[in-house]
């Protein structure tokens, strides 16, 4: 596959009806084939390194396409200028929380533009933000990370998670999990912090979907093994 036209002529043969439905029920937008991840994986492996046909990609706003060009994606060679235009131009939070953030995360100034969005008035670019920055905990090595910056952004959730809006609700809860599960010189601030907040109420839309409760999550974790223990890369 060399140009846009044949990936997403691939992406319609493995898109399925099914898929469009359960997807819609999660918020995704009309324009979208049904696409599954794992043959969306195989698809990327085919146009692997193509940077140029990732960004075709993403402009074509079809949500299955964006995702897409988030796994082939390579953060350290878009420009910020690019980037900025995916968390805005992001049409679902599969795409927002996931490819976006994902391919952030890969920059050198991944925390510098987590922190921009995080600000954000448009609820997606926020979500964006946050997810970045739990990309970050989870990958990155300890000695690497501000704890101090990270200690207070999880003050900030603890007094302003219940105003948040929907989806920033969910990423933040995402965020004192990464930190309590992923960063253990920390882990009992944010303990504290999953503790304060307790149960987090987001509208899932027409799923079974729960947000995960930040202090069983990290017990999870921990038992599990796995606290403490990076990740190669986070997306998926």
Not at 95 to 114: C, F, K, M, N, W
Request: aromatic content about 6%.
């Amino acid at each position: 596959m060399k140009n846009v036209n044949e990936v997403m002529t691939a992406l319609k043969k493995v898109g399925s009806e099914q898929s469009r439905k359960i997807y819609a029920k999660h918020g995704a937008p009309e324009n979208m084939f049904g696409c599954k991840v794992a043959d969306m994986k195989t698809i990327a492996k085919k146009i692997k390194g193509q940077q140029d046909l990732a960004l075709e990609l993403y402009s074509t706003g079809n949500a299955d396409a964006m995702y897409l060009a988030g796994i082939v994606a390579d953060g350290t060679q878009m420009k910020k200028g690019d980037l900025n235009r995916w968390a805005r131009e992001a049409n679902w939070y599969m795409v927002s929380e996931y490819s976006v953030a994902g391919v952030a995360a890969e920059r050198p100034d991944a925390v510098e533009i987590a922190n921009k969005w995080i600000t954000a008035k448009k609820e997606h670019v926020a979500a964006a933000g946050w997810n970045t920055y739990t990309n970050v905990l989870m990958t990155r090595e300890d000695e690497d990370l501000n704890f101090k910056e990270i200690k207070s952004h999880l003050k900030m959730i603890e007094g302003s998670i219940d105003k948040a809006k929907n989806r920033v609700r969910y990423t933040m809860n995402g965020f004192v999990i990464a930190v309590g599960g992923y960063v253990t010189p920390l882990a009992a601030q944010a303990k504290a912090t999953a503790k304060k907040i307790g149960k987090v109420n987001v509208e899932m839309g027409e799923t079974s979907c729960k947000v995960p409760l930040a202090t069983e999550y990290i017990e999870k974790i921990e038992s599990m093994g796995r606290a403490g223990k990076k990740k190669k890369s986070t997306k998926c």
